[in-house]
């Protein structure tokens, strides 16, 4: 991955790739004296210079990491992921920080909230773009925007609006994306749906069980009354502990179909979820869909949307997404890149070699050092890919 170009002077280079590897290395808890330590620094100060007031730009690095991501994990069939996490924080300095329920920590905290979106495939998954949720509170207020170095440009936006802007950045780039999937919150905005629409993107939607099914009313009634031969086992894919397996209905909606030219293109379906040990609990979602397509793929598409969350905790808990001591609105945009970009190289290399099919390519730090824990693989000590990223340039 190319991206030090991005950064001016040989110090700043130096001290990116100095920040990068230490994300990536065995490090306990990823703050700025502990990073500084593990890249050999006598204080944090060059590193947080580096996320604080350096001169590069966040979204050029960006670009690069969707260009790799593209090259290494790219495929026709590649499906975009859309969802946020919270970022449990104290104090009321950092930007955009907020009392709200998190559904990271389970309760209501004071956190800030990223939008994120991820891109999966059958090589492997990672995230490639972030936002940062601005609440009322901190948009309207204008001593604390010039405080946190809020962009005048960023005035108050809903979720899907960032969401919006990241599909549409990620259309425009390398990625090959064929289908995209949100949970709920994105979902049930009609306008965020006509997007993709536009772009003949097909998506698989979470929606509220209130949301009208056009020509049937509300979606909930249409599946609370279908017939139990409706309902067929079907496998939404592998979780931890094998197949996902639920019971699900899906209908074709009798509306108005795209056409190419005189055929059409694309069929719009209402798709229902539940658990075969709790019935009473159904899932619903709006779905877009070429001709040809079917519900099988469909539910797979949907079954997808926990692959955002599991890259969010790993993402945590080997490259310290979460980990930052920035309050400044350039500095968290800044170290999230740097996360990602970092957190997205291990899937990569591990996609690059497992296509390579021979051992004897695999880099001698991806084929030994890792040691399976109680929740995630991890490194082991005093391994790691730092070394064979330094090589890179």
């Known amino acids: 991955m190319r991206i030090g170009h991005r950064f001016g002077r040989a110090d700043l280079r130096r001290r990116m790739r100095d920040h990068v590897r230490a994300l990536l290395g065995p490090v306990g808890r990823k703050n700025g004296w502990q990073l500084a330590e593990h890249a050999g620094h006598r204080t944090p100060d060059g590193l947080q210079r580096l996320l604080n007031e350096a001169t ?15 090259d290494k994990l790219g495929e026709a069939d590649g499906v975009l992921l859309l969802d946020d996490t919270g970022f449990v924080k104290k104090g009321t300095a950092s930007a955009g920080v907020q009392r709200r329920y998190s559904g990271t920590a389970g309760r209501t905290e004071n956190c800030q909230t990223g939008v994120f979106a991820a ?12 936002e940062l949720y601005l609440p009322k509170s901190w948009t309207d207020d204008r001593e604390r925007r010039r405080a946190a170095k809020i962009p005048d440009e960023r005035g108050f936006a809903t979720k899907p609006e960032p969401a919006r802007a990241m599909v549409l950045r990620a259309l425009a780039s390398p990625l090959p994306i064929a289908w995209m999937t949100a949970d709920a919150a994105y979902g049930q905005e009609r306008r965020f749906r006509r997007m993709r629409e536009e772009a003949a993107v097909g998506y698989v939607l979470a929606v509220p069980k209130s949301q009208p ?12 009354q279908a017939p139990d031969e409706a309902w067929e086992h079907r496998s939404c894919g592998d979780g931890a502990k094998g197949p996902r397996v639920y019971d699900g209905a899906a209908v074709q909606l009798p ?17 229902a979820r539940r658990r075969v040990s709790r019935p009473d609990q159904i899932a619903s ?6 001709v040809g397509a079917g ?9 997808l949307r926990w692959a955002i969350e599991e890259r969010f905790q790993a993402a945590k808990n080997e490259c310290g997404l979460d980990q930052y001591e920035v309050r400044r609105y350039v500095g968290w945009m800044r170290h999230i ?14 996609a690059q070699a497992a296509a390579k099919g021979d051992a004897e390519t695999v880099p001698p730090w991806f084929r030994s050092p890792w040691q399976k824990s109680a929740s995630s693989w991890q490194l082991a000590p005093r391994t790691g890919p730092a070394r064979y990223f330094a090589s890179m340039r």
């Open 213 to 224: 099914a056009p020509r049937f009313g509300r979606i909930d009634p249409l599946f609370g």
């Open 337 to 350: 890149t740097l996360a990602v970009l970092a957190h997205a190289f291990l899937p990569a290399t591990a």
């Open 295 to 303: 519900v099988d793929r469909l539910v797979r598409v949907a079954g």
């Open 285 to 290: 979602y709006l779905a877009y869909a070429p």
């Open 119 to 130: 891109y999966a495939t059958t090589r492997a998954r990672a995230l490639v773009d972030r």
């Open 56 to 70: 590069w730009n966040a979204d050029d690095v960006r670009d690069d990491l969707q260009t790799h991501v593209a």
């Open 255 to 271: 509306v108005i179909e795209d056409f190419d030219g005189e055929r059409p293109s694309h069929h719009r379906w209402a798709l």
